[in-house]
């Protein structure tokens, strides 16, 4: 933050604002919630921010990263701003949050620079205009998890991988292939949703799921997700979208036998 012209260590709002790239509607919008006041006043009234209001400031707009909502972000600030063990918990779980965040923007960044590749001229086949469902597909890369999945349900998807590990997650990714190839077979055979070993079937794939997401809202929006991006997430599997939409609906209708 750059020095002011005013007194050492203190902000007027507009200041505040200014360099912490936030309006000052939200800054007044903070004090009229409770969440943030002005420390200071100066004789004629006029707010004036110290450096443990800068502090609190942070917190908040960290806690609000984070997914947690306004309302209550008052209760998790109970702790003072000045807190060197709450701070640090609350920077790990930011700093996380963020190297997420960096994977899936590495995923969209793989996809681009795969679309700068065709067009390369330097290419020896020369270059070639990629195809309309190839700038679809990353679109919907770019757009998939901020229109299914709330910022605190973002977080429990990175929490939970973090949890696994690398070994695990593979792990899982190989059976629940297998488990595709499972249903496949049961679909081709017309093997009836009412079949036990159908069931058993639907109970292990659910199982899977619930390695990575335990809420049912969670997992509400984790089939939503699929079901309105099957052709994008489907692409680079062994299976045509086809097959994994009929899939998922025969392991809707095994779900409802249970």
Same mark, same amino acid.
């Given at each position: 933050?750059?020095?002011?012209?005013?007194?050492?260590?203190?902000?007027?709002?507009?200041?505040?604002?200014?360099?912490?790239?936030?309006?000052? @509607?939200?800054?007044?919008?903070?004090?009229?919630?409770?969440?943030?006041?002005?420390?200071?006043?100066?004789?004629?009234?006029?707010?004036?921010?110290?450096?443990?209001?800068?502090?609190?400031?942070?917190?908040?707009?960290?806690?609000?990263?984070?997914?947690? =909502?306004?309302?209550?972000?008052?209760?998790?600030?109970?702790? =003072?701003?000045?807190?060197?063990?709450?701070?640090?918990?609350?920077?790990?779980?930011?700093?996380?949050?963020?190297?997420?965040?960096?994977?899936?923007?590495?995923?969209?960044?793989? @996809?681009?620079?795969?679309?700068?590749?065709?067009?390369? =001229?330097?290419?020896?086949?020369?270059?070639?205009? =990629?195809?309309?469902?190839?700038?679809?597909?990353?679109?919907?890369?770019?757009?998939?998890?901020?229109?299914?999945?709330?910022?605190?349900? @973002?977080?429990?998807?990175?929490?939970?991988?973090?949890?696994?590990?690398?070994?695990?997650?593979?792990?899982?990714?190989?059976?629940?292939?297998?488990?595709?190839?499972?249903?496949?077979?049961?679909?081709?055979?017309?093997?009836?949703?009412?079949?036990?070993?159908?069931?058993?079937?639907?109970?292990?794939?659910?199982?899977?799921?619930?390695?990575?997401?335990?809420?049912?809202?969670?997992?509400?929006?984790?089939?939503?997700?699929?079901?309105?991006?099957?052709?994008?997430?489907?692409?680079?599997?062994?299976?045509?979208?086809?097959?994994?939409?009929?899939?998922?609906?025969?392991?809707?209708?095994?779900?409802?036998?249970?």
């Amino acid at each position: 933050m750059n020095e002011t012209s005013g007194t050492a260590g203190q902000w007027s709002i507009g200041e505040l604002a200014s360099a912490c790239g936030v309006t000052v @509607r939200t800054l007044h919008h903070y004090d009229e919630i409770g969440l943030l006041s002005a420390g200071k006043r100066t004789a004629s009234g006029h707010r004036r921010y110290a450096e443990e209001d800068v502090r609190r400031l942070y917190r908040i707009r960290a806690l609000q990263m984070l997914g947690l =909502p306004l309302a209550d972000i008052g209760a998790a600030l109970e702790t =003072p701003a000045d807190d060197m063990a709450s701070l640090r918990v609350l920077l790990e779980r930011q700093l996380l949050h963020m190297r997420r965040q960096a994977e899936q923007v590495q995923t969209v960044q793989d @996809r681009i620079q795969d679309l700068l590749s065709r067009i390369d =001229p330097s290419r020896i086949d020369g270059p070639a205009m =990629p195809a309309p469902e190839q700038f679809l597909s990353t679109l919907e890369m770019i757009t998939v998890l901020e229109n299914h999945f709330t910022p605190q349900q @973002r977080q429990e998807l990175a929490d939970r991988r973090a949890e696994l590990g690398g070994d695990r997650i593979e792990a899982a990714k190989a059976r629940w292939a297998a488990l595709v190839e499972e249903g496949l077979r049961h679909v081709g055979d017309g093997a009836p949703v009412s079949d036990s070993s159908v069931r058993e079937w639907a109970r292990a794939w659910d199982d899977i799921g619930s390695m990575f997401h335990s809420g049912e809202q969670t997992k509400a929006a984790a089939r939503s997700m699929w079901q309105d991006n099957s052709a994008a997430l489907s692409a680079g599997l062994p299976w045509s979208a086809e097959q994994l939409a009929g899939l998922m609906a025969y392991l809707e209708k095994a779900r409802s036998q249970s």
